[in-house]
T-cell receptor, first 111, second 113 residues
Framework: RKEVEQDPGPFNVPEGATVAFNCTYS??????FFWYRQDCRKEPKLLMS???SGNEDGRFTAQLNRASQYISLLIRDSKLSDSATYLC????????????FGAGTQVVVTP | NAGVTQTPKFQVLKTGQSMTLQCAQD?????MYWYRQDPGMGLRLIYY???????DKGEVPNGYNVSRLNKREFSLRLESAAPSQTSVYFC????????????FGPGTRLTVT
């Protein structure tokens, strides 16, 4: 079983709509969580960190549910430029720097 | 700053050939990583180096070797390439312990025939 699981999608979203998706992690010792964005055939880039209290960065909101071991990402007012694959990432507390990546959720924003 | 650079960008090898993938970062980061990315699998850690002079195995180290030549450079070597090593390889670096952002290079697309 993968440490971090994601729905591969694609999530087809009309421009201006809201889309949300989750990922689950299996290692209860994971301490830190992140969302990375990866454009087609490019390198991943950090989108945002995920804090226990939830956090927002512009149109993006991330939530962490430790009890159920899942992380969510919500994108409001979707733009065409939001089309990408979103990678859910967990880092165990005893393995600083060794990130565990999900396989990614593809989002396609359509005009 | 160039960030993290990788060479080559593309490579085709025949089974049994060897090659070295080069990675360099100019951000004065201590930790460096090599990942491979396959469809449906996500990024998997091959080897990492927490600091200059140290290297450790990741999730999928078999068939690979690494060298942390200095603080800037971290190379990945395939001694005898196999078709199963066809993948996209990413190098990444990580700076201070207060930051968890890994910076990735542009990737090397390797095909082994």
């Amino acid at each position: 079983r993968k440490e971090v699981e994601q729905d591969p999608g694609p999530f087809n979203v009309p421009e201006g709509a809201t889309v949300a998706f989750n990922c689950t992690y299996s290692n209860s010792a994971s301490q830190s969580f992140f969302w990375y964005r990866q454009d087609c055939r490019k390198e991943p880039k950090l989108l945002m960190s995920v804090y226990s209290s939830g956090n927002e960065d512009g149109r993006f909101t991330a939530q962490l549910n430790r009890a159920s071991q899942y992380i969510s990402l919500l994108i409001r007012d979707s733009k065409l430029s939001d089309s990408a694959t979103y990678l859910c990432v967990a880092m165990p507390g005893d393995s600083w720097g060794k990130l565990q990546f999900g396989a990614g959720t593809q989002v396609v924003v359509t005009p | 700053n160039a960030g993290v650079t990788q060479t080559p960008k593309f490579q085709v090898l025949k089974t049994g050939q060897s090659m070295t993938l080069q990675c360099a970062q100019d951000m004065n980061h201590n930790s460096m990583y090599w990942y491979r990315q396959d469809p449906g699998m996500g990024l998997r850690l091959i080897y990492y180096s927490a600091s200059e002079g140290t290297t450790d195995k990741g999730e999928v180290p078999n068939g690979y070797n690494v060298s942390r030549l200095n603080k800037r450079e971290f190379s990945l070597r395939l001694e005898s390439a196999a078709p199963s090593q066809t993948s996209v390889y990413f190098c990444a670096s990580l700076g201070q312990r207060s930051s968890y952002e890994q910076y990735f290079g542009p990737g090397t697309r390797l095909t082994v025939t």
